[in-house]
């Protein structure tokens, strides 16, 4: 993962291959904002029915969007 928020072409497979759980990450609530908040993904990414890769990050409940994600440097 890059500083860069994650590109939409980002899969949850790959995410997770380059992402191992526990990796601290900045999550950016609304895309595009500079606000964000220090987690740790706690699970591996899986796609809804949507195909929307999503996540679960520690200060949330339910999956959120690996396109509002950045490794922590």
Request: charged share 20%; net charge positive; aromatic share 6%.
């Amino acid at each position: 993962m890059t500083k860069a928020r994650q590109p939409e072409t980002m899969t949850a497979a790959r995410f997770n291959a380059e992402t191992p759980i526990g990796t601290a990450v900045r999550y950016y609530p609304v895309a595009g904002q500079s606000d964000y908040h220090l987690a740790k993904t706690r699970s591996e990414a899986w796609e809804l029915g949507s195909g929307e890769p999503v996540v679960m990050i520690t200060g949330r409940t339910g999956g959120v969007s690996i396109h509002h994600l950045t490794r922590e440097p």
